[in-house]
């Protein structure tokens, strides 16, 4: 792996069978999905993944089989968020035995719920980076987990395997104050998530991080920035302005499977007992990605985004 990773990180979502078990087949076409558009791979690493459905033995399962699909073909980072220190680095000697070249950590709470204090978030962490046999992306992801004072990413940032934060706030004024404050430190890297993709590149951060198939789109803005585009990279990041917006009230896996589905690639639905969004709904999303014409490998002008908001406000 290179010292570096910058761009889309395609967050693997688990597909489940009918009996709730991990749909192994269906993960090898989605990661090979992810792997056409995107510069790193997460497994098992953000809870849209939902990870928190399996058990333990299945979860180093998924990690395992996860990096062996990848094969190579881009880094990977494993997921391994717990609330005890131990138990985080148990799974990162998992993730290394097998091939990960980063892991994930979540910004956890308390194990009683309250959030941590500064210092309590800096012990858990020292403890990690005390022994971890990889570099560290500290996740931000409050409801799950901790929305911690700014301070506490400078100072997180000091300890020396902790190489990237991926951060799910939305803020622009906190992602610019971020990146700027973190950039003076030189080593780490900061992705925010779709919605402020453009932004945070245009602020000097390193990407963003998502699931499929929300990674074709960031993958073109990715492509378009890089090239200096900047007109089709506002093109592109318009797509996020109302996907997966319009459909916040299924959270997040529902919707992203339901729109996965629509590229020919079915990794099936939440894992039971929770619901997939309505057939009504899984037609808007498929009317949304028909109009912009990705699904056919085609690039969106601007009248094609206006018409694909249309199919979603209408229906």
Same mark, same amino acid.
């Given at each position: ?11 693997c979502?688990t ?11 269906a993960?090898?076409?989605?990661i090979?999905?992810?792997a056409a558009?995107?510069?790193? *791979? ?8 939902? &990870? ?7 979860r ?5 089989q ?5 094969a190579?073909r881009?880094p ?17 000697d998992h ?6 070249d980063l *892991?994930?950590v ?9 959030p941590p204090?500064t210092?309590?978030?800096?012990? &858990?962490f020292?403890?990690?980076?005390a022994?971890?046999p990889?570099?560290i992306?500290v &996740? ?27 951060e799910s706030?939305?803020d ?6 971020? *990146? ?9 890297g900061?992705?925010?998530t779709?919605?402020?993709?453009? *932004?945070?590149l ?10 499929p ?8 803005i990715?492509r378009?920035?890089?090239s200096?585009?900047?007109?089709r ?12 917006a ?19 690639v079915?990794?099936?639905?939440p894992?039971?007992?929770?619901d997939p ?6 037609a ?5 990605f028909?109009?912009l014409?990705?699904?056919?490998g085609?690039?969106?002008?601007n009248?094609q985004?206006d018409?694909a908001a249309?199919?979603?406000i209408?229906?």
């Amino acid at each position: 792996m290179s010292d570096a990773i910058s761009g889309v990180i395609g967050a693997c979502l688990t597909p489940f069978n009918k009996d709730g078990r991990v749909d192994y087949p269906a993960l090898g076409h989605e990661i090979d999905f992810l792997a056409a558009d995107c510069d790193t *791979i997460s497994v098992a690493a953000v809870e849209a993944a939902e &990870y928190t459905m399996l058990s333990a033995a299945e979860r180093l399962e998924l990690i395992r089989q996860g990096i062996a699909m990848v094969a190579g073909r881009k880094p990977v980072i494993a997921g391994a968020s717990a609330p005890n220190p131990r138990a985080v680095l148990e799974l990162a000697d998992h993730g290394a035995k097998h091939g990960a070249d980063l *892991i994930q950590v979540l910004m956890p709470l308390r194990p009683w719920g309250p959030p941590p204090t500064t210092a309590e978030l800096m012990r &858990y962490f020292e403890q990690i980076a005390a022994r971890t046999p990889l570099p560290i992306v500290v &996740y931000h992801n409050p409801g799950p987990g901790t929305d911690p004072p700014l301070e506490a990413y400078l100072r997180l940032a000091e300890l020396a395997p902790v190489r990237y934060f991926k951060e799910s706030s939305r803020d622009v004024t906190k992602i610019g104050r971020l *990146i700027a404050q973190l950039g003076l430190k030189g080593k780490v890297g900061y992705f925010t998530t779709m919605q402020p993709l453009l *932004i945070t590149l245009l602020l000097g951060g390193a990407g963003a991080t998502m699931p499929p198939p929300g990674t074709r789109i960031a993958a073109a803005i990715v492509r378009a920035f890089r090239s200096g585009d900047l007109a089709r990279a506002s093109q592109w990041q318009r797509c996020f302005t109302l996907f997966p917006a319009c459909f916040a009230a299924y959270g997040l896996p529902p919707v992203m499977k339901s729109a996965l589905k629509h590229f020919g690639v079915d990794i099936g639905d939440p894992a039971p007992p929770y619901d997939p969004v309505s057939p009504a709904d899984h037609a808007r999303i498929g009317k949304f990605f028909a109009a912009l014409g990705i699904v056919e490998g085609h690039l969106p002008d601007n009248a094609q985004v206006d018409a694909a908001a249309r199919a979603l406000i209408q229906g």
